[in-house]
């Protein structure tokens, strides 16, 4: 590595990591303050709560990265600017794209780390601070309480390897409406199919009402065996309203493969906007870590165009950033909001900003380097 490229990284490196810092403190703090009645209502143990803050920090770096990257290269180079050494280099005979080879090869770095962390942690860390918050913190509900709010589109894996989709669920009144319930084998074969139109809690079992009941034959996939139409049924379902509430699944906390599973598992539910929404989120996660490296690509050509005084060199780095940052946020969840009102299939709408933003950059940078 070029002493250039040392220097560089060397100043990418400290910002992006004091950036994260400070991103992850101000988080921190705001929800100490907010949790602070709880934790003392609670009489929450000082390790309880350090444990609590722990598991927030995958889910941290995931979410600030990108800022903090393009905070960080913006910085380096237009404080390099601003000392009049990017006309040196590029005097040396240096182009563009050897000039910001350490920010772009930092920009790939920390996708690549993202992506690991999203995957291998989030996911893990997640339930464990959702843990620590229902048991030590927050208090779950009570099934006896008033005014609590209508959950919709609740779905999660309930047992007998059943998967659960609900229109909705209302705890006030332990209501379910809209039901769908998939079973299958240990080979994930699909063996029943429960349709619903309602279902209520009788304080012991559920009591689903114009209700069907499809069985199939294992062994012949979506070959069905018999159908079964009742007014009413009680069922064998062991989940209670309370399991409703502490086991619906947070679909940010998954990871690529369970994601998948989750969505080919619940492709059989007849739940097409669900379905769809789910593959939009599918195509986001691969797209995700990817912003870090495309907002770097397209801050960089404002960072070695920018000119004026050194002090107004980092305000202008920062809030270049943070136009950049927010237009960048703005356009993908504009494509996201179209894919999953299916005005856009679900691949076009994760991946319609990544591209239109890779393009513009390209299109800078060719026109002016």
């Known amino acids: ?9 060397q100043s990418i490196i400290i910002v992006f990591i004091g950036t994260v810092f400070t991103f992850a ?4 703090l705001v929800d100490l303050f907010g949790n602070l009645q709880d934790f003392i209502e609670k009489s929450v143990s000082v390790s309880v709560i350090f444990q609590y803050y722990l598991t927030f920090l995958p889910s ?3 979410q600030t990265s990108t800022m903090a990257c393009l905070i960080a290269v913006l910085f380096t180079y237009s404080n ?3 000392h009049n050494e990017i006309i040196a280099i590029r005097a040396s005979g240096m182009n563009f794209w050897q000039i910001t080879r350490p920010a ?5 770095f920390v996708s690549a780390l993202v992506f690991l962390v999203n995957e291998k942690f989030v996911p893990q860390s997640s339930m464990v601070n959702q843990q620590i918050r229902d048991t030590q913190i927050k208090v779950i509900p009570s099934l006896k309480g008033k005014g609590q709010p209508i959950i919709h589109n609740l779905t999660f894996y309930g047992m007998k390897n059943r998967l659960f989709f609900i229109d909705s669920f209302d705890p006030n009144t332990n209501t379910l409406n809209g039901i769908t319930i998939i079973g299958h084998d240990r080979h994930q074969n699909l063996v029943e199919k429960i349709v619903a139109l309602k279902g209520v809690w009788t304080g012991i079992a559920w009591k689903f009402y114009n209700c069907q009941l499809t069985e199939y034959n294992s062994s012949s996939p979506n070959a069905v065996t018999s159908v079964r139409i009742t007014a009413e049924k009680l069922m064998d379902i062991q989940e209670t309203p ?3 509430l502490r086991q619906r699944m947070d679909i940010s906390s998954m990871n690529l493969q369970q994601l998948h599973s989750y969505i080919k598992r619940f492709a059989g539910s007849g739940a097409v906007k669900t379905l769809n929404n789910l593959r939009v989120d599918l195509h ?10 495309i907002i770097v690509l397209i801050g960089l050509p404002f960072a070695l165009m920018s000119v004026g005084k050194r002090k107004a060199m980092t305000f202008t780095s920062i809030a270049i950033a ?5 237009l960048y946020y703005v356009a993908d969840a504009v494509g996201l909001a179209l894919a999953k009102g299916e005005a856009l299939l679900p691949w076009e709408g994760a991946w319609i900003t990544p591209i239109f933003f890779t393009l513009m950059a390209l299109f800078i940078i060719f026109r002016n380097f």
């Open 1 to 9: 590595m070029r002493i250039l490229d040392r220097y560089i990284l």
């Open 25 to 28: 403190f101000l988080f921190i």
């Open 60 to 62: 941290i770096v995931v």
């Open 80 to 82: 390099l600017n601003a």
């Open 104 to 108: 772009l090869v930092f920009a790939l």
């Open 242 to 244: 309370k399991d409703f």
């Open 284 to 293: 986001q996660k691969i797209t995700f870590p990817l912003r870090n490296f």
């Open 322 to 326: 943070l136009v950049i940052g927010f």
